[in-house]
């Protein structure tokens, strides 16, 4: 069965760091891209980021550029989040996809995980 795992998320301050992962089971990741996405109460899906099978070529959504760092580790299957410099609109349920095709649009995407929680509060 292919699937993605998200982990990492929690409650941080305002200014506070967290790290995502997202991990597969069932297949490999390296020959996919990869993009997180995150969505928050009464708003619509947001692509943040996507990174390319190889890790060469990334790309950011403009809310998150300069803060958001993603990064990939394909001997472990696991791609990364980094998420420093947390701001309370930044709260969202946050999913990673796998598919292949580098982008932040969310339909070009075949596989999701189930989703992982960042609230970012005082």
């Known amino acids: 069965q292919l699937q993605l795992v998200e982990s990492g998320g929690g409650l941080v301050q305002p200014g506070g760091s967290l790290r995502l992962s997202c991990a597969a089971s069932?297949?490999?990741?390296?020959?996919?891209?990869i993009g997180w996405f995150r969505q928050a109460p009464g708003k619509e899906r947001e692509g943040v980021s996507c990174?390319?099978?190889?890790?060469?070529?990334?790309n950011y959504a403009d809310s998150v550029k300069g803060r958001f760092t993603i990064s990939r580790d394909n001997a472990k299957n696991t791609v990364y989040l980094q998420m420093d410099s947390l701001k309370p609109e930044d709260t969202a349920i946050y999913y990673c996809a796998a598919g292949v095709v580098v982008t932040t649009i969310g339909d070009f995407y075949d596989y999701w995980g189930q989703g992982t929680q960042v609230t970012v509060s005082s």
């Open positions: 990174i390319s099978s190889s890790g060469g070529s990334t």
């Open positions: 069932g297949f490999t990741l390296d020959g996919y891209a």
